[in-house]
């Protein structure tokens, strides 16, 4: 594996050619209050919608609980639910968002305990209608009917921005921030959201578009830049992208434009909140230079940590250890 994309001082300056619609903070504030309007309409009708349940599994160090909440349009969303043994009931404990790679699901308790396991309350949010690769599983369904597209989820509903599969998963992904809220050992000043990939697509979202996060750590972090992806790799999951297209080529400007609304490149152009990316320039999967877009552009205070020789496996644990320290230093 070599080298998949421009130099690194040339990544460092890259510009990328990311439309930003003009409405596109209306139509996420619009999309955000219509769903929390039809949460709290179902509150009112005493629905049950938050569902917090201890699993029992081996650890003695972390309690895990089956927990659910109410996401797009109301719709039931699984996570883990995890942290120190007790955390429910004693103390206060910094936050930790997690959100998963493309095709994955939160997995079985105990998948991804590094964060709960250095003293946070750990979310680990399914992604809707995902699950099976990776050896996890997802528990939540995507009940919302399937347009005509390419295998997998990216071009799903990609004929208008109201009916696009990533308006209903990042909806999912920033109303388990406030589902999260109400719980009385979160200390409310200290949430984070994370993610590989998809889920370091899914944790810019959410910086830019939830008050409430302290900061984001979006590691190799995919759904930003999709026209130039196309382009450059010829790797799922932006080669669902390209066999679309080649289907209805008169039809590519219309598609790009409403993934342009879900672009992380204009997430990056909104935020205000701290963020620490990292990439890996040997990635074949996400090209380097889609992070870089929506790196160079962050409006917030940015660091960026480059593994030369990774792929889309970026740092691994040493970049868990570097994360860590560095919400230290931020909170220091």
């Known amino acids: 594996m ?16 990311v439309h930003m619609p003009q409405d596109f903070k209306q139509f996420w504030e619009s999309t955000l209050k219509q769903t929390r309007s039809r949460i709290a309409d179902a509150a009112g009708e005493d629905a049950s919608q938050v569902r917090i349940e201890l699993a029992q599994t081996p650890f003695e160090q972390v309690d895990f609980y089956d927990f659910e909440f109410p996401g797009f349009n109301g719709d039931p969303i699984r996570a883990w639910l995890s942290g120190p043994a007790g955390f429910m009931s004693n103390g206060t404990y910094p936050v930790m968002l997690h959100y998963h790679g493309y095709g994955g699901g939160r997995g079985i308790p105990g998948a991804y305990a590094h964060w709960s396991m250095a003293g946070y309350i750990h979310v680990s949010m399914d992604s809707r209608g995902q699950g099976g690769d990776f050896g996890g599983y997802s528990a939540t369904p995507d009940p919302h009917p399937a347009s005509h597209h390419a295998r997998g989820f990216m071009s799903n509903g990609i004929e208008s921005r109201d009916t696009y599969y990533y308006r209903r998963l990042i909806t999912d ?63 799922n999951p932006f080669r669902e992208l390209a066999r679309f297209f080649n289907a209805y080529p008169d039809q590519v400007d219309h598609f790009v434009e409403v993934l342009n609304y879900f672009d992380g490149v204009n997430f990056s152009r909104i935020a205000t909140k701290p963020a620490l990316f990292s990439v890996g ?6 090209p380097p230079s889609t992070t870089f877009s929506a790196f160079n552009v962050y409006s917030g205070e940015k660091e960026i940590e480059v593994y030369p020789f990774a792929g889309h496996e970026g740092g691994g644990l040493h970049h868990f250890f570097k994360q860590a320290r560095w919400i230290q230093t931020l909170e220091s």
Not at 2 to 16: G, K, V
């Open 173 to 235: 992904a920033v109303m388990a921030v406030d589902a999260i809220l109400d719980l009385p050992t979160i200390d409310r000043s200290r949430i984070y959201a994370t993610g590989a990939s998809q889920g370091g697509g899914l944790a810019l979202a959410v910086g830019a578009l939830h008050k409430d996060i302290r900061a984001v750590l979006p590691d190799v972090a995919f759904l930003c830049n999709f026209r130039r992806g196309i382009d450059m790799t010829d790797q």
């Open 2 to 17: 070599a080298l998949t994309d421009l130099s690194l001082a040339q990544l460092r300056e890259f510009e990328p050619d």
């Open 281 to 286: 320039l040997m990635d074949e999967d996400v």
